[in-house]
């Protein structure tokens, strides 16, 4: 048996927490603590991290990490990214503006994005349909990156388990790649 690190990262209320908690097979770690940013209104908010884990029909376990959503926890963001098999960005398209959110966790994680898979999930497009995935496309190509984007729901497993597949076939495939 193997195991694989996947992080999870986003905004404050993104859904790593919610994600975590609906794919994972033991209950989640969460370091939640009482929310005192009054822009959000959210009763809680991660400041450490959020771990599960998963185990895949090979035997391989993935731990799945979730960071803290605020900028002012960035550092966690480094220590969580090292030595992980790929990066989950989730957007919440109800923000104000979900792109420049994007931008910032593309900043945020450019270095380790140079050397390992990522996948964008956007949510709450049911009820805030723009910006479009075409535009977040976009936005990742304006970063010189091509990246699968995909709507989710971060409370439906499948949704996420779809995430998570997508972003180890990009693995596979930059396998296979490198062995031609």
Not at 54 to 62: E, F, Q, S
Not at 97 to 114: C, I, K, M, N, S
């Amino acid at each position: 048996m193997r195991e694989y690190k996947i992080v999870f990262t986003g905004t404050m209320g993104a859904g790593k927490t919610t994600a975590i908690a609906a794919i994972s097979e033991t209950p989640p770690v969460v370091t939640d603590v009482a929310n005192n940013d009054a822009s959000l209104s959210k009763a809680k908010t991660t400041v450490g991290l959020d771990f599960g884990q998963l185990t895949l029909d090979t035997g391989d376990r993935l731990r799945l990490f979730g960071t803290p959503g605020q900028a002012r926890f960035d550092f966690m963001w480094r220590i969580l990214a090292q030595n992980a098999l790929g990066i989950i960005i989730l957007v919440d398209n109800s923000r104000p503006d979900p792109l420049a959110d994007l931008d910032a966790y593309l900043t945020g994680f450019a270095e380790v994005l140079r050397n390992i898979p990522c996948t964008v999930g956007v949510g709450r497009m049911d009820s805030h349909t723009q910006p479009d995935l075409d535009a977040f496309s976009a936005r990742l190509e304006a970063h010189g990156l091509v990246l699968p984007v995909l709507p989710v729901d971060v409370r439906r497993r499948e949704d996420v388990a779809l995430l998570i597949d997508t972003l180890l076939s990009q693995m596979e495939s930059s396998m296979t790649g490198s062995e031609t």
